[in-house]
Each structure stands twice: as C-alpha cells, then as structure tokens.
C-alpha cells in the first residue's frame, strides 16, 4: 500500500473543478436537483463498523526521511525564472539570423486568398510560427498540413507565396478540400528567452505584467520560496502518511461504501457534461473509450483512495477526534470557495448518493485529514530544513 494519496485528492478532482465548470442552472434545474438530493438523502444510510475493516499498525512517533530539495539557493532560483520563462513562451527578435531554417522561429503576416480573392479568417499580423512544428510558437495546436513547409530558405523582409490545400474534413465546408494561396511577409525570425539576463523593462512589461525587471525578479523570488515551502509540506504529509498505510492493514472495502464512492463519481461527472448537452457515458464513447472498462478502472481507483481513508478514520475513531464547528467551518468554505461554490446545501447536492449524503462526505474528508495532522504532530521528519527562508540577496544569473 505504497505512495498513495490522501483520500482527499478525490475531494480536489471532484470539487475543485467539475463542479465549477458547469453553466449556470435556472431555478428548475436548482428545484430538480434539489428533489433528487432529498430522495436520495432519504434513502436507507450506508453503515459499517470501521473496526472490522481495518487492523491499525503504528501511527505515532513515526520517521520519515525526505529527499527533496527544500532550502533556497541561487542555483535552484536561477532553474526556476529559466523554467518560468520557457513556459511563458517569449520569443524576440534575433538579429543574428537572416534566414529561415527548417526549425527555426519566425514572426510573420500572411493572407490567405482563393482566385486571388482573400477569404475570411484567413489573414492575420505579427503571427510567431514555429516552422518545424508546424504551429504557433509556443503552442500545442497544428496548422493545416503544409501551412509553414514553404517559408524555409528564404529571408528576413522576403514576401513568399505558396498553395495549400484544406483537408477533407475541414469544419469550414466552403473551404475543405480547396486549395488555396498563402501569401508570407517574414519580418524577422525570433529565438525565445530563457534567462533573466536577457529580459528589460519594454519585455517584462509587455509579456509579463510586472513594470521592470527588478519586480519580476522580486515576484519570481516570493513565489519559488512559496514552492519550496509547499513541496516540503506536500511531501512531509505525503511520506507520513504512506508510512501510516504501510503499518496498517484493510482486509476490504465495504461494497456498499465503495458503490456510492463510483456513484458519486461518476455523478459529479455527468453534472458537468450535463452544462454541453451530453453525459460522461456520451463523450467518452465519442473519444472511441469503452465506458464499461473506464468505469471497472475507476472503481479500482477509487476503492485503493477508499482504503486510505478507511485507515484514517479508524485512527480518528481511536483518537476520539470529532467534528469541530469552526474548524469545519474553515474547511469546507475553503474547498467551497476554491470550486466557485457559494451555496452550501446546493454543493452538498452535487456529491449526494443513495446512502450516502454529500454533507457527510465532506465531513468525513474533514476527519481523515484531522487524522492525518495528529500522525504528523508526533512524527519525526529527517531531511526537512528548520526553515526555507533565505536571506541573501538574489541575482538570477
């Protein structure tokens, strides 16, 4: 029963994002779900003794060993802004390069026209293109085929014209299948930052939000010591809580709490698929995915997440742990507030099952995750720094 997450981590992909996405409901569909969640609701509860369940090893006084990096250094912040900047993608002007190679980086305008006539949608300035990739610089989506196969070998401030032809299938019927002319201006090729050395003011301004070089760096440097401190903490809950799982033992997971754990799922799911007209059984069969097989596979998910909260409640139960009002209070307005949610009754609704109401779901999670504070208050962590605050000044480079 290794490296596996916190019960929790069901709360986060279900709550933290599904419920959010959806549109929003007229009151018909709030009356709906409201009936529903109170028949459900009024459906016999599922109950079972924890104890018979789980046989509990050590869960106090535990040691864990860490072996992740956790202090600040220069080196470390130095990986970080390069990091940050590939991934915001910024590309300037290289002057250094004339012309345009196979792999290269290139910002253009370009018309795209039909019997010398330009269509709609087909025109566009100041466009950075990956030529290799056959994309937009930086970014995951393709052109049609053969977009950007002619602009190689040619030069800085060279207009260049070459047909293209839609495929079949293209969602625009009046262009599919057609073969068109694009017409190229390449105004410069470009190479993309990826140290703070090669940043000024204009760059950081325009692409980044922040006035001056100085105030990203700051900003940067604020946010790489809030990653140390999170990753310590996600991996000191995370080694003690897979050395909990790993002296303690469930012989099953009662059917009945797994069922409605998949039913809640699966719910949560179609609520939000529901906002596009569809059901999570539809779309995932239009992805060509056999719903059946996808829904055994979650089941076996869900029933290894299940047991580690089985684990914890029965610690809760040992310890006496209970439900404090605000201390509850704080947590689910905490995992409300981070789905959009603003209404209490109605966000329980979502996660209501037969057997098995949303309200005690969430409170559940609530004492699993007390559970998993009192097993880190005795524990001794190894490798941990006494802080991750660092006061020597930075310079990126």
């Known amino acids: 029963m290794k490296n596996r997450l916190l019960a929790l981590a069901l709360v986060g992909a279900m709550a933290l994002s599904m419920v959010a996405c959806g549109s929003k409901e007229d009151d018909s569909d709030k009356t709906s779900d409201q009936a529903k969640a ?18 509990l090893g050590q869960y106090k006084d535990l040691e864990v060993t860490l072996d992740g990096t956790y202090e600040y250094t220069e080196e470390g912040f130095k990986e970080y802004i390069q990091k940050n900047l590939e991934n915001a993608a910024i590309y300037v002007e ?6 345009v190679k196979e792999d290269s980086i290139v910002n253009v305008d370009y018309v795209g ?36 196969a002619g602009l190689a070998g040619h030069s800085v401030g060279e ?36 140290s703070k050395s090669e940043l000024t003011d204009d760059i950081v301004k325009e692409k980044l939000g922040y006035d001056t070089v100085d105030d990203y760096v700051s900003a940067m440097k604020t946010q790489f010591e809030a990653s140390l401190q999170s ?24 059917e009945k709490l797994l069922q409605a754990r998949v039913d809640m799922y699966l719910q ?33 998910s869900i029933s290894e997440s299940t047991e580690t909260e089985l684990i914890l409640e029965a610690i ?15 947590f689910i307005g905490n995992v409300m507030s981070s789905s959009g949610a603003t209404d209490e009754n109605t966000f329980y609704q979502v996660y209501t099952v037969a057997g098995y109401t949303g309200e005690r779901y969430f409170k559940q999670a609530y004492l699993t995750q007390k559970a998993l504070d009192l097993c880190k208050e005795s524990a001794k962590v190894n490798g941990a720094p006494a802080t991750t605050e660092n006061d020597e000044k930075t310079d990126a480079e």
């Open 38 to 55: 109170d028949l459900l609701a009024q459906t016999t509860p599922i109950e079972y003794d924890v104890d018979e369940y789980v046989t």
């Open 94 to 99: 290289d002057n250094s390069q004339k012309e």
């Open 113 to 148: 026209s039909r019997d010398g006539v330009a269509f709609d949608g087909g025109s566009a300035e100041d466009q950075m293109i990956d030529v290799a990739g056959n994309c937009a610089a930086g970014g995951s989506g393709g052109y049609i085929e053969g977009f950007t």
């Open 159 to 194: 207009e260049v014209a070459y047909e293209v032809t839609f495929p079949k299938e293209y969602g625009n019927a009046d262009l599919a299948g057609q073969t068109v002319t694009f017409t190229f201006q390449i105004n410069y090729i470009a190479k993309a930052l990826s």
């Open 231 to 254: 990753n310590l903490e996600s991996d000191t809950q995370t080694a003690i809580l897979n050395a909990v799982l790993n002296n303690s033992k469930v012989s099953k997971v009662p």
């Open 268 to 300: 949560v799911y179609d609520k939000q698929y529901e906002s596009y007209g569809t059901t999570a059984k539809e779309y995932l069969e239009a992805m060509g995915q056999d719903y059946d097989e996808y829904v055994k596979n979650l089941k076996k």
């Open 316 to 330: 809760a139960k040992k310890e006496g742990l209970e439900i404090d009002e605000d201390g509850y209070k704080a």
